[in-house]
């Protein structure tokens, strides 16, 4: 899947880790100027950002295309988020009948998946990349 962001912050120089922000549907410029990043909190209430590595050279403010396998996204997105919450219901519902067993089993089952998905997640790596650049941010 590819989409449209905004460089809003490299981490490492030369082709190295960049923070994007995922532009909205019906705002094409983006939430702020690039200048701002540092003074404005208004991004990081509003908007997805997500590390990609950029095999090219970027600059903050710089637009670009930003491509992630869909499959291994959804993948790991379902792993992190569905998972404990199965786990928990299928705990209670082993309980069922006694309050005490059912608190016991659906800890027990949610502690277990909580660290099942981050051991998952860590071995998956949706790898994000900046695929090409759409537009240069001027320093002027």
């Known amino acids: 899947m590819e989409r449209i962001a905004i460089v809003r ?3 490492e120089a030369g082709g190295g880790k960049a923070l994007v922000e995922f532009l ?3 705002d094409p410029s983006g939430s702020c100027a690039p200048e701002q990043c540092s003074t404005c909190s208004q991004c990081s209430k ?3 950002f997500m590390l990609t590595d950029s095999g090219i050279p970027v600059e903050s403010g710089d637009t670009v295309v930003v491509y992630y396998p869909t499959y291994r996204y959804y993948v790991a997105m ?3 988020f569905l998972l404990p919450v199965l786990m928990l219901f299928f705990g209670i519902y082993l309980g069922y009948g006694d309050e005490k067993k059912s608190l016991l089993w659906g800890g027990l089952f949610f502690a277990f998946s909580l660290l099942l998905a981050y051991i998952v997640d860590k071995k998956i790596k949706v790898k994000v990349i900046i695929t090409r650049i ?7």
Not at 134 to 140: A, Q, T, V
């Open 134 to 140: 759409l537009e240069r941010h001027s320093n002027g």
């Open 78 to 80: 379902a792993i992190t």
């Open 46 to 48: 509003q908007s997805k």
């Open 9 to 11: 912050k490299v981490i």
């Open 24 to 26: 909205q549907e019906n």
